[in-house]
């Protein structure tokens, strides 16, 4: 017998409900992505759910309850939903080959390089916030772990996440780290160990 085993969403489903939802092909997907959008299931419309569910040992007890406690709250995330999805049919009337093509070069072409290359727009950005210069790390420096240069003080560009892995393995980098979140519309960037050197 294997010590490892693997229990899918349909078989959690069906082991708690007793029942399974079966949906034409590509309709999940679409109803996730207009959802996403339409914030239809968020808890200010259907409530903190990982909290309500709690003290119910039986999926009839908690439908139950909710449907009693929020009678609204389905009908409310289907309004919104269902909204969204009207924008979505409007969208894809203007969705030609041309917009396609223009979509694809944009991810394959100009986010992927952006993608790779986003230290030297930090590097850049950062520098012209402080009045300084910067130049990007030659091949021997990068070995080193060393980014770019602002001034004289080397710079190393890490992800906020680098803190924790950080402490954990007790590397060591010379010079300062900008630490990096990259967040819905772009990056957030942590400044403050630069900030110290030029303070």
Not at 42 to 68: C, D, N, R, S
Not at 115 to 129: N, T
Not at 163 to 172: F, G, M, N, S
């Amino acid at each position: 017998m294997n010590n490892i085993i693997k229990i899918t969403e349909e078989e959690l489903t069906d082991l708690l409900v007793g029942r399974k939802l079966s949906l034409p092909k590509y309709v999940s997907p679409l109803l996730n992505l207009a959802n996403r959008f339409a914030k239809g299931t968020v808890p200010a419309v259907v409530g903190q759910m990982t909290e309500l569910v709690k003290p119910f040992k039986t999926y009839e007890e908690w439908k139950e309850w909710y449907l009693k406690e929020k009678p609204d709250a389905i009908n409310n995330a289907v309004k919104k939903i269902s909204n969204m999805l009207g924008n979505f049919k409007e969208a894809m009337n203007k969705i030609d080959e041309k917009t396609i093509r223009a979509w694809v070069e944009d991810l394959v072409l100009v986010k992927t390089f952006v993608g790779i290359r986003f230290q030297e727009a930090i590097l850049k950005r950062v520098a012209h916030m402080l009045g300084k210069k910067y130049r990007l790390a030659t091949p021997e420096e990068e070995a080193k772990g060393i980014d770019g240069f602002i001034e004289d003080v080397s710079i190393s560009i890490k992800p906020y996440t680098y803190k924790i892995e950080a402490k954990r393995l007790q590397e060591k980098i010379k010079g300062c780290i900008i630490y990096y979140e990259k967040i819905e519309d772009g990056i957030k960037i942590d400044i403050s160990e630069l900030l110290s050197k030029f303070g």
